[in-house]
């Protein structure tokens, strides 16, 4: 019996092993893959709160390791993640290394050559969601841009895209081209960051047809089967996975009066309205916090959706579709941001003829099968 007791004993701990074995492993953990390509050079980071080594930032881990930091360039939300959706973002000094930080959301999206000067290489380390208007996609194609512009090489530290297990939603006409939406990619394009760095290079969308010098420094143990998750929030009002998996249907909501709970301790976990009163039982009052300067309906109670039990891991346009049926004024539902969101007008204008969405989604198959070849050329990872 104590033979076979010590014999169970083994078992489970090799398969507490196993396990640990096969947990993900993100491309910044691997510092023996990427230190080599640092040394006796000056580093320019791209990055901003979620860019970490176990407990650790990244460039607090560098700095330790000897690395020359030279610069910090931080995307929208700022460099320790604290600003709000489209609040510009200052440049100034870190408090904690006293490195010198420029914002990519503020003057402007992209690095200037005296932003760049003395820098030998580039390093993006930022845990994206895989969503077109997520804006962090569009601070790689700003920085790959400036990178090969002015010849210097570009690492990207990989991280697993949380929705890396699909891909869906209309392609962007890039007639609507903007900071929310670059490129000719679905609303879930299924890709890492890695992969999207490849792509940019591979379909010359750097002005000029210019090819930045990249390279990938690949996760361990991801596929595109995975769900990852995470505990650090990728932007301030993305607080949890259920919140990752409704962004790319509730964002929508932002090109429309809707509140989508910011102001809350849930956002994009609701959605609602003060006019829907009657329509539906569940209320929020989205209530100013710092950073939330022009909050919409602060103090208001808004009646709508309650999403925050919601088993929705893939983009839908239900939630869409019902809130403009119930909402009184309809002619004023939508803004001028929501073409940039949706990126497509034939879809938009079937949503506003009140299609179904089985009908919508017809209209942009033909574009996804077309983009998931393309896709395929640069992905890293499984399927």
Known sequence: MLI???FFILIFFFSLFAVNAQSVVTGAEQTERYLPLLVNKSVGVV????????????????????????KIFAPEHGFRGEAQAGEWVGSGKDDKTGLQVISLYGKSKKPSPADLGGIDILIF????VGVRFYTYISTLHYVMEAAAENNIPLIVLDRPNPLGFYVDGPVLDTNYRSFVGMHPVPIVHGMTVGEYAQMIN???WLKNGLTCDVTVITCKNYNHSTRYSFSIKPSPNLPNMTAIYLYPSLCLFEGTVMSVGRGTDYPFQV??????????????TPKAALGNKTLLYNGKTCYGLDLRQSHDS???LKYLLEL????????????TFFIKLIGNKRVFDAIKQGK??????????SDLVAFQSTRKKYLLYKE
């Open 324 to 335: 403009y049926k119930n909402y009184p004024d309809k002619k004023n539902f939508y803004n």
């Open 356 to 365: 179904s969405e089985k009908e919508i989604r017809s209209l942009w198959q």
């Open 125 to 128: 380390d930022i845990q994206d």
């Open 271 to 284: 959605v609602g309205h003060p006019l829907l009163k009657g329509k539906y039982s569940f209320s929020f």
């Open 202 to 204: 591979g379909e010359h």
């Open 4 to 6: 076979m007791n010590y």
């Open 314 to 316: 893939t983009f839908t």
């Open 47 to 70: 990055c901003n709160q979620s860019a970490i080594i176990g407990n650790t930032h990244l460039v607090d881990s560098l700095l330790k390791l000897g690395v020359k930091v030279e």
